[in-house]
């Protein structure tokens, strides 16, 4: 299968930014995903990329694609307290019936100290 | 609410036992799917069903079997329960005409096998 790697724990104080890295290896990769899971909760979509663009931002958040080197990133601004929780990178291939068949990293850990 | 909802959110059984999760979604979707995610947070897919024809089946032994009566719903059961059964069960819905796959998650159900 297609392997998603991410470093598990972050911590970071408030206010600073937080920089979450994501590397992958399926070069056929469409799209790629951030997603949020915050205790005992599903999984909150937070943003995507298509995989033809380099950056891509929503408020305090930036993603930025290095399709060359297969490294994803996620910066968030600002970090608070309630950004807290586990943020997992995700991708697609475009292969007709594998369209909505997502593989997940492990997850990284964001703590974000007081 | 528009949402996908998974029931129970926690559910310990013995081994050996059959149970079953059950999953609605009220957002129009037409495909739905199971994610299992592990006591490492590993997050794999299972099973997508589409307008209620299996589209998606992983190597997932067949004491698994999903079922779903209309496309606002897709159930879980599980024959047999084992010990390493035990993780966290999460429903997910997607709108197959959008490229990006954006999936919409359940909060999961919590499955304790003793």
């Known amino acids: 299968g297609e392997d998603v790697e991410q470093s598990l724990f972050l911590s970071v104080r408030e206010g600073d930014s937080s920089v979450i890295n994501c590397t992958y290896t399926?070069?056929?990769?469409?799209?790629l995903y951030w997603y949020k899971q915050e205790p005992g909760a599903g999984l909150q979509l937070l943003t995507y990329?298509?995989?033809?663009?380099d950056m891509k931002q929503d408020q305090r958040l930036t993603v930025l694609l290095n399709k060359k080197d297969k490294h994803l990133s996620l910066r968030i601004a600002d970090t608070q307290t309630g950004d807290s929780a586990i943020y997992f990178c995700?991708?697609?291939?475009?292969?007709?019936?594998?369209?909505?068949?997502?593989?997940f990293g492990r997850g990284t850990q964001l703590t974000v100290w007081p | 609410d528009t949402a996908v909802s998974q029931t129970p959110k926690y559910l310990v059984t013995q081994m050996g036992n059959d149970k079953s999760i059950k999953c609605e979604q009220n957002?129009?979707?037409?495909?739905m799917y199971w994610y299992k995610q592990d006591s490492k947070k590993f997050l794999k897919i299972m099973f997508s069903y589409n307008n209620k024809e299996l589209i998606i089946n992983e190597t997932v032994p067949n004491r698994f079997s999903p079922k779903s009566p209309d496309k606002a719903h897709l159930n879980l059961h599980i024959n047999s329960l084992e010990l390493g059964d035990s993780a966290v069960y999460f429903c997910a819905s997607s709108h197959r005409g959008q490229s990006q796959s954006v999936l919409t998650f359940g909060a999961g159900s919590r499955l304790t096998v003793l």
């Open positions: 957002l129009g979707h037409d495909t």
């Open positions: 990329i298509f995989s033809n663009m």
């Open positions: 399926d070069s056929s990769s469409t799209y």
């Open positions: 995700a991708e697609t291939p475009d292969r007709g019936s594998t369209l909505g068949r997502l593989y």
